[in-house]
């Protein structure tokens, strides 16, 4: 089974959302869907549900058209942020009522209820309501019921947002396997960028309704089409800086020149912007061949492992993980450190023209 949208383009109060977007999703895969708030993601998932009907282009499945087709005619369940379970069912009963309603022999729904809790660790909770679970496994139940329906199009749509770091980090983990295992088509909705990382599969970076990028997500994380898909894809924000090369040497927005070395020796003559995510950027004594940027502190965020060192060069607003607890205090000056061989380089028209070797 494939499902496809075909240039689809979606209006909300005459205001364009989804704009001209294509993707194919092929049974087996898991296709993450990657941006902020208000990207899309949750609309291209009612498209492909068929929640709604898009204003241009068509819903293929299997190349039919199934364009405005109601979402109870598809072979399609979904799973939200919040834990939607029916309260006074039982976790059995919640993860069985699809196949109630469909008219499943009694033996059928025992095994595949039965299938569902082991997959999701949910073998001891099957007599409890949802309201005697913590807030992990009443999530475990709603994507269990998901499963047990049997349908090629599981959509889940931040999930895992209103769960504790914990659970967050346990569920992550374990989902991958789970959709190895079930074999249908999974579309996973997220705004971190960490976690389209971790599960894997294909990522489309989404921004103000367009898809920008869609590929395997180590190539998109590590190849990114343009300098947007490197903001989407990186979390602390993108550290970037305007540069000029002229010839054997290159000049920093902020007055800082420093030989055409590492990515830049291959760049002809002009103007480019430069982007790095915060683990690339050092703070303290600098290596031989890092460009070093005077830089003032402006916040330290500790987390315990790591500081989120934040930084000002000039106009350039920057932050750089460190590991440990690093005690810097508004005003501290230090030395910024870039490697010029670990950084992206964009265009005028902010296209990926060298990034480094991974």
């Known amino acids: 089974m494939s499902v496809t949208l075909d240039h689809v383009s979606q209006m909300v109060d005459g205001i364009t959302t989804i704009r001209d977007v294509s993707l194919t999703l092929e049974r087996g895969s898991l296709s993450v869907l990657l941006g902020p708030t208000l990207a899309g993601k949750t609309s291209i998932m009612r498209l492909l549900a068929g929640l709604d009907k898009p204003a241009q282009g068509r819903v293929l499945v299997d190349g039919k058209d199934v364009t405005g087709i109601d979402i109870r005619k598809r072979s399609v369940a979904m799973v939200y942020q919040q834990f939607i379970n029916y309260p006074s069912f039982t976790v059995y009963e919640n993860i069985a ?3 109630r ?16 809790a082991a997959l999701l660790k949910l073998e001891p909770y099957l007599n409890r309501t949802p309201l005697q679970l913590s807030g992990g496994q009443q999530q475990r139940t709603a994507i269990a019921r998901a499963l047990v329906k049997g349908a090629d ?15 967050r980090e346990e569920l992550r983990t374990e989902l991958p396997k789970i959709f190895e295992a079930s ?13 389209a990382l971790l599960l894997g599969g294909r990522t489309a970076c989404l921004w103000e309704g367009e898809v920008l990028q869609f590929g395997e997500t180590p190539k998109v994380y590590r190849k990114p089409d343009t300098l947007k898909v490197a903001e989407v894809f990186s979390d602390p924000p993108l550290n970037s800086v305007g540069i000029e090369k002229r010839g054997d040497s290159v000049q920093y927005a902020g007055g800082v020149s420093a030989p055409a070395d590492g990515l830049y020796a291959s760049l002809p003559d002009g103007s480019y ?8 950027l050092g703070v303290g004594n600098a290596t031989a061949g890092h460009h070093v940027f005077p830089a003032e502190v402006t916040v330290t ?27 810097f205090v508004p005003g501290d000056r ?25």
């Open 101 to 116: 309603v469909q008219g499943k022999p009694k033996a059928e729904i025992e095994t595949r209820v039965r299938e569902a």
């Open 97 to 99: 009522s699809p196949l």
């Open 153 to 167: 199009l599981v959509l889940l749509d931040e999930p895992l947002a209103n769960l504790d770091y914990k659970l």
């Open 183 to 195: 074999g249908a088509i999974f579309v996973y909705a997220t705004t971190e960028p960490s976690e």
């Open 334 to 358: 230090l030395d910024a450190i870039i490697d010029p061989a670990n950084i992206f380089v964009f265009d005028s028209s902010d296209r990926l023209v060298a990034a480094p070797a991974m």
């Open 301 to 327: 965020e500790i987390t315990g492992s790591e500081s989120f060192v934040h930084v000002k060069h000039g106009s350039s607003d920057w932050v750089s993980v460190l590991q440990g607890i690093r005690e």
């Open 273 to 280: 912007r430069i982007g790095f995510r915060a683990h690339q």
